[in-house]
């Protein structure tokens, strides 16, 4: 993170905070079958003042119908999901509880999962955190980061009105199903494939947000104090903090993803799935530094 912190202006950075990543614990050893313990039951490896908030057990069984390498039935969390999932749940309780102590007036960023940064402003919408975990890459071209003016664009679009109309912003995703595009002026519609023009200028981006049906990743995001609240109110997370997220539809919350139009992977027909605002820094060759228990 230290090092990506070149990619964007001195000030934005400076508003970034690093917050210790949480451990995992030990996973639990399987019950006795003589207690009386059940499945569901939250195992107490460690003592911890949120040892509750993540639980062990989960089932892959809806995750698997999105990803082609989950075995879908009951699994065991790794620590290190488990310390990523209690990571981002202690940023949403600070964001509840005590968003003045990293907020600013004009948007910033905090860490979370293996140390990440964030930092919380005020909207509409009241106070709200920008999460970044410790493995991020913020979208650049020819050396020059884009990811302020792509950010500025993308929170420009997002709906605005008296009632939350969003709790949660991804800036970087890997979604899966149907997307449905929100259009500047609220409208939503199926999002039409991005299609790379000759006119297209990488050094002033279009940013389209889109409202997703499911997907992965935690390692960018904004999210509402509202959001935040409505989250903890749904502990203790069951699974991967993302497959968790996704599963269960984000709880209701008006959940949106901003990708920068005609850019990313390449399908097929030659259209593009559009490319994240922040991508998870890792070599070509390489996954994820948290051992999945999916398999994915």
């Known amino acids: 993170m230290q090092q990506e912190a070149v990619r964007v202006s001195r000030s934005f950075a400076a508003q970034m905070q690093r917050f210790p990543a949480c451990t ?6 399987p019950p006795p079958s003589s207690t009386n313990s ?34 879908p039935g009951p699994k065991i969390l790794t620590p290190g999901e488990r310390g990523c999932a209690r990571s981002h749940v202690a940023l949403w309780r600070e964001l509840v509880h005590d968003p003045t102590h990293r907020c600013s007036d004009n ?19 009241g106070p709200t955190m920008l999460v970044l975990e410790d493995d991020v890459s913020f979208t650049s071209h020819r ?26 912003l991804y800036l970087g995703f890997s979604d899966r199903g149907a997307r449905v595009l929100l259009e500047r002026d609220g409208a939503r519609g199926d999002c039409p494939p991005h ?12 940013v389209h947000l889109y409202r997703p049906e499911y997907g992965f990743h935690t390692h960018a995001y904004i999210i509402t104090q509202a959001a935040a609240a409505l989250l903890l109110d749904q502990l203790p997370v ?5 497959v968790w997220l996704a599963d269960n539809q984000w709880f209701g919350i008006p959940t949106f993803c901003a990708v920068i139009a005609n850019e990313g992977w390449r399908r097929d027909d030659g259209t593009y799935e559009g490319a994240p605002l922040v991508r998870q820094n890792r ?3 390489t996954t994820s530094d948290i051992v999945q228990s999916s398999g994915r």
Do not use: M
């Open 107 to 125: 948007g910033d960023a905090r860490h979370s999962s293996g140390g990440s940064s964030s930092s919380t402003h005020d909207s509409e919408n």
């Open 24 to 29: 995992g614990g030990p996973p639990p050893c």
């Open 238 to 242: 069951v699974g991967p903090i993302d």
């Open 283 to 285: 070599g070509r060759h």
């Open 195 to 206: 299609r790379r023009r000759t006119s297209h200028d990488p050094r002033h981006p279009t």
């Open 38 to 71: 059940t499945p569901t039951e939250t195992p107490t490896s460690f003592s911890s003042a949120d040892e509750n908030d993540v639980q062990w057990e989960w089932d892959a069984t809806n995750n698997a119908r999105y990803s082609a390498r989950v075995i």
């Open 143 to 168: 050396g020059q980061s884009r990811f302020e003016k792509c950010w500025a664009r993308a929170w420009e679009q997002l709906p605005r009105g008296n009632d939350p109309t969003w709790g949660i």
